[in-house]
């Protein structure tokens, strides 16, 4: 039975890809790295250290930890600033309209995401209130594609993962909730997340309905 279901926050509730795009075009420009769109992709669901080593890579460049930090740092300090522009307006469509009837129909719901700024970014919605449990990077030290950050809001909302759905847009977060034995919904295209147990090419599509007429014997 389905009684819980775990979110992530970038691309499955809002659209932050562009603003991260920007703060780490920013960052590569000054450092005189290519970074591009296609690159900007690879990031999707992965942590910010684990981004900078993608992209100094790309780069083939090797720095010392503590640089690595401070370049980190700086990415992100562009990053939150850029948030203060985000309002209740930027919801992906059907993301609160979905998290709307899931608290009405009383189900339980958890944030799991590797970001260190949901908080942040779930206030600027005015998200926070649909959230019973949240998950964010700063909850777990491994990230997707490691379980880890599903199995701490499942355990935190007291349900095992064969009681919980979670939604994910990254490859990695489809890896990661399959890892911990979720049932799993994957938003985007095939190529992204076709490994998901169900898939929609939006959020809006993406109905209490047509998820229970999916997951039918579950619920
Ligand atoms: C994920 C994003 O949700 O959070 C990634 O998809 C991002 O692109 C990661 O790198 C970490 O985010 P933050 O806010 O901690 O830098
Ligand atoms: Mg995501």
């Not at 039975?1 to 970038?10: P, V, Y």
């Not at 980190?72 to 948030?83: G, M, P, Q, W």
């Not at 995401?113 to 779930?122: C, F, G, M, R, Y």
């Not at 998200?127 to 990230?143: C, K, L, M, P, Q």
């Amino acid at each position: 039975m389905i009684k819980g279901f775990i979110f992530d926050l970038d691309g499955v509730i809002t659209d932050t890809a562009e603003l991260h795009y920007a703060a780490w075009k920013k960052l590569s420009n000054d450092m005189d790295w290519q970074f591009d769109r296609e690159l900007n992709e690879k990031l999707r669901g992965i942590s910010r250290m684990d981004s900078i080593k993608v992209i100094m890579d790309y780069n083939n460049v090797s720095l010392g930890e503590d640089t690595i930090v401070e370049l980190a740092t700086k990415k992100n300090d562009i990053y939150v600033e850029s948030l203060n522009g985000m309002t209740q307006e930027d919801y992906l469509p059907g993301a609160e309209e979905l998290l709307t009837h899931l608290r009405s129909e009383g189900f339980n719901v958890a944030l799991g995401s590797a970001s260190k700024n949901a908080e942040k970014v779930l206030k600027q919605l005015n998200a926070t209130r649909y959230f019973d449990i949240i998950g964010d990077g700063n909850s777990v030290s491994r990230s997707k594609p490691a379980p880890d950050i599903f199995l701490y809001a499942s355990e935190k909302m007291g349900l095992p993962p064969e009681n919980c759905i979670v939604f994910e847009d990254a490859e990695k977060g489809i890896d990661a909730a399959k890892a911990g034995k979720f049932y799993s919904v994957g938003i985007g295209p095939k190529e992204r997340v076709g490994h998901a147990d169900v898939r929609f090419d939006t959020m809006k599509q993406a109905t209490l309905f047509e998820v229970k007429s999916h997951f039918k014997d579950l619920f």
